[in-house]
């Protein structure tokens, strides 16, 4: 293993090393759920009785934002996470029920050391 000057490990040099990709998610499957890339169009109504103004106060507590006053600001706030690349957001889908039961977003990617961190999430409903 290299040393660096140091004396400190460093780890083997990674031949033909790439800069990595954005995340590019359109739908992953898994065997309980199933993860879609945020889609305002197709996830709205289902996420809307979570975010919205009749949601648990309880589940705001330890999250960045509050439940969104009205439908129309949260469709602004849902739109507006659709169109970001970082972070990305995705609707988690209940496979049995089909139903949006949470979302989340990968954040702070970066390319060039090809990290992503998992970041805002809420499970809403369980499935």
Same mark, same amino acid.
């Given at each position: 293993m290299p040393i660096n000057h140091l004396g400190q490990p460093i780890g083997e040099l990674i031949a033909d090393f790439t800069v990595g990709e954005l995340p590019n998610i359109q739908t992953l #499957?898994?065997?309980?759920c199933r993860l879609e890339r945020l889609c305002v169009s197709r996830? @709205?109504?289902d996420i809307y009785d979570f975010f919205g103004p009749n949601s648990p106060e309880s589940q705001w507590t330890y999250l960045s934002i509050d439940a969104q006053p009205? #439908?129309?600001?949260? /469709?602004?706030?849902l739109q507006?996470?659709?169109? =970001?690349? *970082?972070?990305?957001? =995705?609707? !988690? !889908? *209940?496979?049995?029920? $089909? $139903?949006?039961?949470?979302? @989340?977003? =990968?954040? /702070? !990617?970066?390319?060039?050391? /090809?990290? !992503?961190?998992?970041? =805002?999430? *809420?499970l809403f409903r369980k499935p």
């Open positions: #499957e898994g065997q309980y996830h @709205f109504s009205n #439908e129309q600001a949260a /469709r602004q706030l507006q996470w659709e169109s =970001l690349s *970082d972070p990305y957001y =995705l609707a !988690i !889908i *209940d496979k049995a029920s $089909k $139903k949006v039961v949470g979302t @989340f977003s =990968l954040m /702070r !990617i970066d390319t060039k050391n /090809r990290t !992503i961190e998992m970041g =805002l999430g *809420d």
